[in-house]
C-alpha cells in the first residue's frame, strides 16, 4: 500500500535523478569544444519495487549510471591512422628539402655540371693545346667536384636533422608514457570503486593519440580499467602504473642516436610516428641515395683517372690522376670528390705525345655515353636517381593524403558517437527540466496533501 | 530513430577551404614559372627525362659552339689553300713562258727568281696558324711544319707528323679536322715544294723544263684534290649546324611538353579553384551562424 510519504519520497528522488541528468547535461555543453571530450548520458533506470500485500508498488526512478558515449575499436582506428599521417609527414618534411638539392627544373641541379664538365672537353678536343681550354676543363672539373660535395654535405645535414627530430620524439614520448601510467591507476580505482571514469579515459585517449602521433603503438585491453602500451614490434611503454622510459645514445660508427629499451636497441624495429619518419629517412633513405651519388662520383674518378693515365700531358710526360681516387668501395666519394690535376697541362689530352693529338681527350669524352655507373650511362644514373626521389616523395604524398582523409572520415565517426551536438543538448536540457518541475509540483502537491492530513487531526482533537 | 552524425562540422569545412586555397595556389606558383613541374614530386617521370633533355640540348650548344671554331679553322685552311692553289696557276703559266725556246738565258734566270719567290710565298702559306697553332703539321700543331732545308732536294723539310684528329660533331657522330700537311705539299704523288724548286733549277739551267712543267702539273692537281678536304669539311659543318639547330628546337619542344604549363588551361584551373574557395568560405560562414535549438528557448 502507497503512502503518502513514500510518494513525497519518490518526487524528490526523481527531481535528484532530473538533477543529475542536468547536471550532465551542462557539462556536456561546457566542454563541446573541448578535444577529446566524450559526450556522457545519464541511464535513468526504475527503483526496486516493494511487495504488500500482495501488491508491487514501484518506488520511483534512479540513475543507474552516468556513461560517457565513445567507441575503443574507433579510437584504434584514429590512433592507426594517427601513427601513419605522423610517419608520413615527418618523413616528408625531410624529403620536401631532398628533393629540392636534385631539382633540375630550376636549372643548377648536378647535371648541368656534368654536362658543363663534359662540354669543356668537347671545347678541349677540337684545340688540345689550347691552355684557355685546359684550363676551363679544370674548372668545369672542380665546379663538378664541388657540386657534388654540396649536395653530399646537404644531405648529411638533413640526416642530421633528422637525427635532432628523433632525439626530440624520444623526449616527447618519454613526457606523455609516465602521464599514461599515471591514469591507468587512477582508471583502475575508480573502475574497482564503480565510479563513472568517463573523463580519466577520455585524458587517457588523448594521450595514446598524441603518443600515436610520435611513434607507433599497440594498445591492449588489461582489465580493470588498464590499458598496455608497447611499440609495435612490442617493446613496452605502458604497463599498468608503469611506464618505461626510451633512451637514446649514439651509434659509434655514424654518431647517429639509436634507441634502447631495457636495454635493447630497438632502432630498426620502429616504425609509425614522427620518430618512425625520421628514422626511415634517416637511416635508409638518405643513406640510399648517398650511396648512389657516391657510385656515380666514384665511377666517374675511376673511369678518368684511367684514362688519363694512359695518355700523354701536354709536356709529353704520362698522364696521372685526374682525380683524387675514391675511397675503396666508394664510400663517402660524392663528398670528397676533388680534382688531383693542379695545372692545365697535366690534362693527358694525347695519346702519342704530340701535342695536337686529341685521342685521350675523345676517350675521356666517350664516358659520357658509357655504361660506367651500375649498367647506366652517368646522366642516365643520375636521371634515375632523381626519378626515384621524385615517385618517392610523390607516392609519400599520396599516402600522406591518403590517411589525412581516412583520419577525417574516422573522427566523423567518432563524432557521431561522442561528439556533443548542442540541439540535443538543448533538447535535453528542456525534457529533464520539464520532469524537474514535474517532480517538484509533484512534492508540493504530496506535501500540500501532508499538511491537509496533519490540519485534519489536529482539528479532531 | 535517426543515424546520429557528427556535430563537429567545423573540420569538413575548414578542409574545403584549405584544399580549395592548395588548388589556387598550385595554379598560382604555375602562372609564376610557366612549368607544370616545378618539383621532381610534381611529376617524377618528367622530371627525370628533364635530365636528359636538358644534358642534350646543353651537349648540343657545345657541338654547335665547337662548330663555329671548326667552322673558323676550316676557312682558315681552305683560304690558304686557295692562295696555294693560285701560286700553282701562276707557277704553271711562268713555266709554260720558260718553255718558249726563243728566251734568252738572261730572261729564264729572271722567272727562275720568280718561281723561286713563289716557293717562298708557298712556304708562307704550308706554316699558317690558326688561333697560335699550325694547322697543317698533324698532331705536332706547336711545331713551325714546314722550315728551309739545305739537305733536302726539294729545298724544304717537313717538321710535323701525319696526325689526324677527329672531333665529335653530334650525338654519335664525328669528323676528321685535318689533313697532315706533308700530304698536302710534300706529297709523293706530287710535291709542291720539289716542283717549284726543280722548275726553278730547270729554269736557270735551261734543261727539263718540259719535265719539270709536268711535275708542277701534277703538284697542282694533288693540291687541289686535297683542297677538297677542307671544302667538304666546311660543307659538312654546315650540315651539322643546320641538324643541330633543327634538334634543338626539337628538343625545346619536347620540353615544353615535359615541364611547361598548359597556360589556358592553368589561368582556368586558377579561377576555378578561386571560385571554390569563395564558394567553401562563404558556405562556413552561413553554417556557422546557423541558430541552435538553444537560440529558441525563452
Same mark, same amino acid.
Given at each position: 500500500m502507497g503512502t503518502l510519504s513514500s510518494a513525497l519520497n519518490i518526487a524528490v528522488q526523481?527531481?535528484?535523478?532530473?538533477?543529475?541528468?542536468?547536471?550532465?547535461?551542462?557539462?556536456?555543453?561546457?566542454?563541446?569544444?573541448?578535444?577529446?571530450?566524450?559526450?556522457?548520458?545519464?541511464?535513468?533506470?526504475?527503483?526496486?519495487?516493494?511487495?504488500?500485500?500482495?501488491?508491487?508498488?514501484?518506488?520511483?526512478?534512479?540513475?543507474?549510471?552516468?556513461?560517457?558515449?565513445?567507441?575503443?575499436?574507433?579510437?584504434?582506428?584514429?590512433?592507426?591512422?594517427?601513427?601513419?599521417?605522423?610517419?608520413?609527414?615527418?618523413?616528408?618534411?625531410?624529403?620536401?628539402?631532398?628533393?629540392?638539392?636534385?631539382?633540375?627544373?630550376?636549372?643548377?641541379?648536378?647535371?648541368?655540371?656534368?654536362?658543363?664538365?663534359?662540354?669543356?672537353?668537347?671545347?678541349?678536343?677540337?684545340?688540345?693545346?689550347?691552355?684557355?681550354?685546359?684550363?676551363?676543363?679544370?674548372?668545369?672539373?672542380?665546379?663538378?667536384?664541388?657540386?657534388?660535395?654540396?649536395?653530399?654535405?646537404?644531405?648529411?645535414?638533413?640526416?642530421?636533422?633528422?637525427?635532432?627530430?628523433?632525439?626530440?620524439?624520444?623526449?616527447?614520448?618519454?613526457?606523455?608514457?609516465?602521464?599514461?601510467?599515471?591514469?591507468?591507476?587512477?582508471?583502475?580505482?575508480?573502475?574497482?570503486?564503480?565510479?563513472?571514469?568517463?573523463?580519466?579515459?577520455?585524458?587517457?585517449?588523448?594521450?595514446?593519440?598524441?603518443?600515436?602521433?610520435?611513434?607507433?603503438?599497440?594498445?591492449?585491453?588489461?582489465?580493470?580499467?588498464?590499458?598496455?602500451?608497447t611499440t609495435t614490434a612490442g617493446a613496452p611503454l605502458v604497463v599498468d602504473n608503469k611506464?618505461?622510459?626510451?633512451?637514446?645514445?649514439?651509434?659509434?660508427?655514424?654518431?647517429?642516436?639509436?634507441?634502447?629499451?631495457?636495454?635493447?636497441?630497438?632502432?630498426?624495429?620502429?616504425?609509425?610516428?614522427?620518430?618512425?619518419?625520421?628514422?626511415?629517412?634517416?637511416?635508409?633513405?638518405?643513406?640510399?641515395?648517398?650511396?648512389?651519388?657516391?657510385?656515380?662520383?666514384?665511377?666517374?674518378?675511376?673511369s678518368f683517372n684511367s684514362i688519363n693515365q694512359a695518355g700523354f700531358d701536354l709536356n709529353?710526360?704520362?698522364?696521372?690522376?685526374?682525380?683524387?681516387?675514391?675511397?675503396?668501395?666508394?664510400?663517402?666519394?660524392?663528398?670528397?670528390?676533388?680534382?688531383?690535376?693542379?695545372?692545365?697541362?697535366?690534362?693527358?689530352?694525347?695519346?702519342?705525345?704530340?701535342?695536337?693529338?686529341?685521342?685521350?681527350?675523345?676517350?675521356?669524352?666517350?664516358?659520357?655515353?658509357?655504361?660506367?655507373?651500375?649498367?647506366?650511362?652517368?646522366?642516365?644514373?643520375?636521371?634515375?636517381?632523381?626519378?626515384?626521389?621524385?615517385?618517392?616523395?610523390?607516392?609519400?604524398?599520396?599516402?600522406?593524403?591518403?590517411?589525412?582523409?581516412?583520419?577525417?572520415?574516422?573522427?566523423?565517426?567518432?563524432?557521431?558517437?561522442?561528439?556533443?551536438?548542442?540541439?540535443?543538448?538543448?533538447?535535453?536540457?528542456?525534457?529533464?527540466?520539464?520532469?524537474?518541475?514535474?517532480?517538484?509540483?509533484?512534492?508540493?502537491?504530496?506535501?500540500?496533501?501532508?499538511?491537509?492530513?496533519?490540519?485534519?487531526?489536529?482539528?479532531?482533537? | 530513430?535517426?543515424?546520429?552524425?557528427?556535430?563537429?562540422? $567545423?573540420? =569538413? #569545412?575548414?578542409?574545403?577551404?584549405?584544399? @580549395?586555397?592548395?588548388?589556387?595556389?598550385? +595554379?598560382? *606558383?604555375? &602562372?609564376? %614559372?610557366?612549368?607544370?613541374?616545378?618539383?621532381?614530386?610534381?611529376?617524377?617521370?618528367?622530371?627525370?627525362?628533364?635530365?636528359?633533355?636538358?644534358?642534350?640540348?646543353?651537349?648540343?650548344?657545345?657541338?654547335?659552339?665547337? $662548330?663555329? =671554331? #671548326?667552322?673558323?679553322?676550316?676557312?682558315? @685552311?681552305?683560304?690558304?689553300?686557295?692562295? +696555294?692553289? *693560285?701560286? &700553282?696557276? %701562276?707557277?704553271?703559266?711562268?713555266?709554260?713562258?720558260?718553255?718558249?725556246?726563243?728566251?734568252?738565258?738572261?730572261?729564264?734566270?729572271?722567272?727562275?727568281?720568280?718561281?723561286?719567290?713563289?716557293?717562298?710565298?708557298?712556304?708562307?702559306?704550308?706554316?699558317?696558324?690558326?688561333?697560335?697553332?699550325?694547322?697543317?703539321?698533324?698532331?705536332?700543331?706547336?711545331?713551325?711544319?714546314?722550315?728551309?732545308?739545305?739537305?733536302?732536294?726539294?729545298?724544304?723539310?717537313?717538321?710535323?707528323?701525319?696526325?689526324?684528329?677527329?672531333?665529335?660533331?653530334?650525338?654519335?657522330?664525328?669528323?676528321?679536322?685535318?689533313?697532315?700537311?706533308?700530304?698536302?705539299?710534300?706529297?709523293?704523288?706530287?710535291?709542291?715544294?720539289?716542283?717549284?724548286?726543280?722548275?726553278?733549277?730547270?729554269?736557270?739551267?735551261?734543261?727539263?723544263?718540259?719535265?719539270?712543267?709536268?711535275?708542277?702539273?701534277?703538284?697542282?692537281?694533288?693540291?687541289?684534290?686535297?683542297?677538297?678536304?677542307?671544302?667538304?669539311?666546311?660543307?659538312?659543318?654546315?650540315?651539322?649546324?643546320?641538324?643541330?639547330?633543327?634538334?634543338?628546337?626539337?628538343?625545346?619542344?619536347?620540353?615544353?611538353?615535359?615541364?611547361?604549363?598548359?597556360?589556358?588551361?592553368?589561368?582556368?584551373?586558377?579561377?576555378?579553384?578561386?571560385?571554390?574557395?569563395?564558394?567553401?568560405?562563404?558556405?562556413?560562414?552561413?553554417?556557422?551562424?546557423?541558430?541552435?535549438?538553444?537560440?529558441?528557448?525563452?
Amino acid at each position: 500500500m502507497g503512502t503518502l510519504s513514500s510518494a513525497l519520497n519518490i518526487a524528490v528522488q526523481a527531481m535528484l535523478a532530473n538533477e543529475t541528468a542536468l547536471d550532465t547535461t551542462s557539462n556536456n555543453i561546457a566542454n563541446a569544444n573541448t578535444p577529446g571530450y566524450s559526450r556522457q548520458t545519464v541511464n535513468f533506470v526504475e527503483a526496486p519495487p516493494v511487495e504488500y500485500g500482495g501488491q508491487l508498488y514501484g518506488t520511483g526512478v534512479q540513475v543507474s549510471q552516468i556513461v560517457s558515449q565513445r567507441s575503443g575499436v574507433l579510437q584504434l582506428l584514429l590512433n592507426n591512422d594517427t601513427q601513419q599521417q605522423a610517419q608520413y609527414s615527418s618523413y616528408l618534411t625531410t624529403m620536401q628539402q631532398v628533393q629540392t638539392l636534385f631539382n633540375e627544373t630550376s636549372g643548377n641541379g648536378l647535371q648541368s655540371s656534368i654536362t658543363g664538365f663534359f662540354n669543356s672537353l668537347q671545347q678541349l678536343s677540337e684545340d688540345p693545346s689550347n691552355t684557355t681550354d685546359r684550363q676551363a676543363v679544370l674548372t668545369a672539373a672542380e665546379n663538378m667536384a664541388q657540386n657534388f660535395n654540396s649536395i653530399s654535405a646537404n644531405l648529411t645535414s638533413l640526416q642530421q636533422n633528422a637525427d635532432t627530430s628523433v632525439t626530440q620524439s624520444v623526449n616527447q614520448i618519454n613526457a606523455l608514457t609516465p602521464q599514461i601510467a599515471q591514469l591507468n591507476s587512477q582508471i583502475s580505482e575508480a573502475v574497482s570503486t564503480g565510479q563513472n571514469a568517463g573523463s580519466l579515459m577520455d585524458q587517457r585517449d588523448q594521450l595514446i593519440n598524441q603518443l600515436s602521433g610520435l611513434i607507433g603503438v599497440s594498445e591492449i585491453d588489461a582489465g580493470n580499467g588498464n590499458v598496455t602500451v608497447t611499440t609495435t614490434a612490442g617493446a613496452p611503454l605502458v604497463v599498468d602504473n608503469k611506464s618505461f622510459q626510451l633512451t637514446t645514445q649514439p651509434d659509434p660508427a655514424t654518431g647517429f642516436q639509436h634507441i634502447y629499451s631495457l636495454g635493447n636497441d630497438i632502432t630498426s624495429t620502429i616504425s609509425g610516428g614522427a620518430l618512425g619518419g625520421a628514422i626511415q629517412v634517416r637511416d635508409s633513405t638518405i643513406p640510399s641515395i648517398q650511396s648512389s651519388l657516391d657510385s656515380l662520383a666514384s665511377s666517374l674518378e675511376n673511369s678518368f683517372n684511367s684514362i688519363n693515365q694512359a695518355g700523354f700531358d701536354l709536356n709529353g710526360n704520362p698522364g696521372g690522376n685526374f682525380f683524387v681516387p675514391p675511397p675503396a668501395g666508394g664510400v663517402g666519394a660524392a663528398a670528397e670528390m676533388s680534382v688531383a690535376i693542379t695545372d692545365p697541362s697535366q690534362i693527358a689530352a694525347s695519346q702519342d705525345g704530340s701535342a695536337g693529338d686529341n685521342s685521350n681527350v675523345n676517350a675521356m669524352l666517350a664516358v659520357q655515353n658509357q655504361a660506367i655507373v651500375n649498367g647506366q650511362t652517368p646522366i642516365n644514373a643520375y636521371s634515375s636517381l632523381v626519378f626515384q626521389i621524385g615517385n618517392d616523395v610523390s607516392s609519400t604524398q599520396s599516402e600522406q593524403q591518403g590517411s589525412q582523409a581516412s583520419i577525417q572520415q574516422v573522427q566523423n565517426q567518432i563524432g557521431s558517437i561522442s561528439g556533443v551536438s548542442i540541439n540535443e543538448e538543448a533538447a535535453n536540457l528542456i525534457q529533464y527540466q520539464q520532469a524537474y518541475q514535474a517532480a517538484a509540483q509533484a512534492a508540493a502537491v504530496i506535501s500540500s496533501l501532508t499538511q491537509t492530513a496533519i490540519t485534519m487531526f489536529s482539528s479532531s482533537h | 530513430m535517426s543515424i546520429r552524425v557528427n556535430p563537429d562540422i $567545423l573540420p =569538413d #569545412l575548414v578542409a574545403s577551404i584549405e584544399q @580549395a586555397q592548395q588548388e589556387a595556389q598550385t +595554379a598560382t *606558383q604555375q &602562372m609564376a %614559372t610557366g612549368r607544370s613541374v616545378n618539383n621532381l614530386s610534381d611529376n617524377p617521370a618528367a622530371a627525370a627525362a628533364l635530365v636528359g633533355n636538358d644534358a642534350l640540348t646543353s651537349e648540343n650548344d657545345q657541338y654547335l659552339t665547337n $662548330l663555329t =671554331d #671548326l667552322q673558323g679553322k676550316f676557312q682558315a @685552311a681552305d683560304s690558304a689553300l686557295n692562295s +696555294a692553289v *693560285q701560286l &700553282m696557276t %701562276t707557277a704553271i703559266s711562268v713555266g709554260t713562258e720558260g718553255a718558249n725556246g726563243t728566251l734568252s738565258s738572261a730572261d729564264r734566270q729572271a722567272i727562275a727568281q720568280q718561281v723561286q719567290g713563289l716557293q717562298q710565298q708557298m712556304l708562307a702559306l704550308a706554316n699558317t696558324s690558326y688561333e697560335g697553332t699550325y694547322i697543317f703539321s698533324g698532331t705536332n700543331v706547336t711545331t713551325q711544319p714546314f722550315a728551309q732545308s739545305s739537305t733536302s732536294s726539294s729545298g724544304v723539310q717537313y717538321n710535323g707528323n701525319d696526325g689526324v684528329t677527329t672531333v665529335q660533331i653530334g650525338e654519335g657522330q664525328s669528323m676528321q679536322t685535318n689533313v697532315g700537311g706533308d700530304q698536302i705539299f710534300t706529297n709523293a704523288n706530287g710535291n709542291v715544294f720539289q716542283a717549284l724548286n726543280d722548275l726553278a733549277n730547270a729554269l736557270n739551267s735551261g734543261a727539263g723544263i718540259d719535265a719539270a712543267n709536268t711535275e708542277v702539273q701534277q703538284a697542282f692537281s694533288k693540291l687541289t684534290t686535297q683542297r677538297v678536304f677542307y671544302g667538304n669539311a666546311l660543307s659538312q659543318v654546315q650540315n651539322s649546324q643546320n641538324y643541330l639547330n633543327q634538334e634543338q628546337v626539337d628538343l625545346s619542344t619536347q620540353q615544353n611538353q615535359l615541364v611547361g604549363a598548359n597556360m589556358t588551361q592553368v589561368v582556368a584551373n586558377e579561377s576555378q579553384a578561386q571560385t571554390a574557395e569563395q564558394a567553401a568560405l562563404s558556405a562556413t560562414a552561413q553554417i556557422l551562424s546557423l541558430p541552435t535549438l538553444l537560440t529558441y528557448i525563452k
